[in-house]
């Protein structure tokens, strides 16, 4: 009878363990091209006196994809299907 309770403790010993849920996984941004040259940009950052980190220019990629898809929008909110220089609104 000492066998079957053991047995039974093991079963349910090993359900808890496959019960337990993995801390979700952290989401990471979507990919997206680079359209910086890196170097170049943080030569321009440097020129300020600053330190570049490893992130910076994955963010102002970022930016620049930001800017060129409202400049878009605005292109084709005004009826034309070419971006102009005024289409790229800064403020």
Do not use: C, W
């Amino acid at each position: 009878m000492a066998k079957k309770k053991s047995a039974a403790k093991k079963k349910t010993a090993a359900k808890k363990k496959t019960a337990r849920k993995k801390a979700p996984a952290k989401k990471k941004a979507p990919q997206v091209e680079m359209l910086l040259v890196g170097s170049k940009a943080k030569a321009a950052l440097k020129a300020y006196g600053v330190n570049v980190s490893g992130d910076a220019l994955e963010n102002l990629n970022y930016v620049v994809h930001y800017y060129i898809d409202q400049a878009a929008k605005r292109a084709e909110a005004n009826g034309r299907k070419t971006v102009r220089k005024h289409d790229f609104m800064v403020g």
